[in-house]
């Protein structure tokens, strides 16, 4: 994380560089010195308050996380309350939200989750990733169906979302959000309640 005192100005800057540069060249070739040059700053800054390369990567995943977050949250409240299976969509549509399906952005979380498996911090943030969704799948499932089943659909459709992404990530054709959606939908007509689909269904259409 950056020290206190880090211009509010320069976080953003630094943050788009860093992804730019992995963008460009991958981590390993994004040195301190190139992502300075792509922000327009000295590398003394990125050293000073982001102590190098790997704490100017957290705080960039932090601020990917932080988008997502917003953006799930954007579509959760274009959605009735009563309506759970619109809801899980929604949490769905924010997961691949254009932002995300950004290609900077999306080589920045593919390199996170390569180094969060040998940096505790980029660890700790990956669990934070990992449970976040569960959490709100979880809180709207649990409107319809039992503890426990919610806690497996909610498993389904998070391993779904992970596992879309990733084939859609690695592949020229990038990440579908239409098959996304509908593989997700498809999933789900088999696991929740008729009268909760047909609630979602009749929304959709209107």
Do not use: C
Not at 52 to 61: F, I, N, Q, S, Y
Not at 135 to 148: A, F, G, N, T
């Amino acid at each position: 994380m950056p020290k206190v005192g880090m211009p509010e100005i320069r976080k953003p800057q630094l943050i788009n560089a860093t992804m730019e540069a992995v963008n460009d060249a991958g981590l390993h070739k994004a040195s301190v010195a190139m992502i300075s040059s792509y922000a327009g700053v000295s590398p003394a800054i990125i050293n000073h308050y982001f102590g190098g390369k790997d704490g100017l990567l957290e705080a960039t995943m932090r601020s990917v996380l932080k988008d997502l977050s917003d953006a799930v949250r954007k579509q959760l409240e274009a959605v009735e309350p009563d309506n759970t299976a619109a809801r899980i969509i929604a949490v769905v549509k924010g997961n691949f939200d254009p932002k995300q399906l950004d290609s900077k952005v999306v080589k920045t979380w593919l390199t996170f989750w390569s180094h969060s498996m040998h940096k505790p911090q980029l660890h700790r943030l990956q669990r934070v990733n990992e449970q976040r969704p569960l959490s709100y799948l979880r809180r709207e499932l649990k409107q319809v169906v039992p503890h426990e089943k919610a806690a497996f659909i909610a498993q389904g459709v998070a391993a779904l979302i992970d596992g879309i992404w990733l084939r859609g990530a690695l592949s020229p054709e990038g990440i579908n959000t239409t098959l996304a959606e509908a593989l997700i939908i498809d999933y789900l007509q088999h696991q929740l309640p008729e009268l909760n689909w047909h609630d979602f269904q009749s929304t959709k259409s209107s």
